[in-house]
């Protein structure tokens, strides 16, 4: 299969998104003629034209408000907040309306909506540009919370969210941007809620997802040559969460990490590892470990931000306390 960047595997599932159906319609800040903030929206403008892909005024309350509406009157909107972290000024249209809308009206309407919110550091774009707060959308009922860690699940995930009738929030990292991976040539959409085997193991676990996965790969790969196997579950959708696959897997390893570039604090790990503690626990070897980002704000400095972000040392040295003796 040939091999195409993140950034363009975005790109392709909207410009086949919109091809196969006029109601899909895009909008954003800089989304149309300058192509995004990160290129993933380039061209898409002179395909399908200003009415179906628009720039907007910098309000992210507009935008996710305009895009709440125009999913309950037909539209099937994919907006782009720049940064997750301006997700904040969303919040009232995404939380407190297109989340709650289907269960106020009695199942009588849907919100067919797409929110696309690139999240993570390793940028230097400090604690204002560099969040990673898909953990607050996964608590609302209501919405979806998917976060694809390769080109083929950005793909197949984004063409689920925008077929979807329920309101999605889309994760992409930033850093994952520029990396590349396998795309066939006729992509298929990707369950949201299912989750797949990145890397198969005996001796341990670790659920991740985004860019996290590669971490847990090279971490693995490391381990494998201390000799401990480690499994490696790529979640891919952390609302819903595929706890089968997870119990599962920790069900044969009996040892779990779970690893994320969210701070831990209240975090999808915490709601894992609870769940994994109550119905697994008498399968446990060891405490579920996890792995994230120190609970402070994203330093600036490189130096600084590379200190408060876990990666694959973290990952490989939570792996081998998992493994010590008890």
């Known amino acids: ?14 410009a086949d998104a919109m091809a196969a159906d006029e109601s899909v319609v895009l909008f954003g800040e800089d989304v149309a003629a300058p192509g995004g903030p990160f290129a993933v929206t380039r061209g898409l403008l002179a395909k399908f034209g200003p009415l179906r892909v628009r720039d907007t005024p910098i309000s992210e ?17 994919v907006v782009e907040i720049m940064f997750m972290d301006f997700m904040t000024f969303t919040m009232d249209a995404l939380v407190n309306q297109a989340a709650k809308a289907h269960f106020m009206f009695g199942g009588q309407c849907s919100v067919p909506m797409v929110v696309r919110a690139p999240h993570g550091g390793g940028l230097n774009a400090g604690p204002q540009h560099s969040q990673c707060l898909e953990a607050w959308f996964a608590h609302v009922p209501g919405l979806k919370v998917v976060v694809p860690g390769n080109p083929a699940d950005a793909y197949g995930l984004l063409r689920a969210a925008i077929d979807d009738p329920n309101p999605v929030v889309f994760v992409e990292h930033k850093g994952l941007y520029g990396s590349k991976g396998e795309l066939p040539e006729s992509p298929a959409p990707v369950a949201i809620g299912a989750a797949r085997i990145a890397r198969a193991g005996r001796d341990a676990t670790v659920v991740t997802y985004g860019a996290a996965v590669a971490w847990s790969l ?16 790529d979640l891919r959708s952390v609302q819903p969460w595929d706890e089968a696959t997870v119990l599962e897997s920790v069900g044969r390893t009996r040892r779990l990490a779970i690893a994320h570039e969210a701070v831990s604090a209240f975090g999808v790990g915490a709601e894992i590892a609870a769940c994994v503690s109550a119905k697994a626990f008498g399968r446990l070897a060891a405490p579920v470990a996890r792995v994230g980002a120190a609970f402070m704000p994203v330093p600036f400095a490189r130096s600084l931000e590379r200190a408060c972000l876990p990666g694959e040392t973290e990952i490989a040295a939570a792996v081998r306390r998992l493994m010590a003796p008890a």
């Open 1 to 14: 299969m040939p091999e195409t960047r993140y950034s363009a595997a975005i790109n392709r599932a909207l």
């Open 61 to 77: 309350a507009a935008i996710a408000g305009a895009a709440a509406g125009a999913a309950l009157s037909g539209l099937r909107p």
């Open 218 to 233: 090279r971490a693995a790969d490391a381990l494998a040559r201390e000799g401990i196997e480690t499994e490696v579950v």
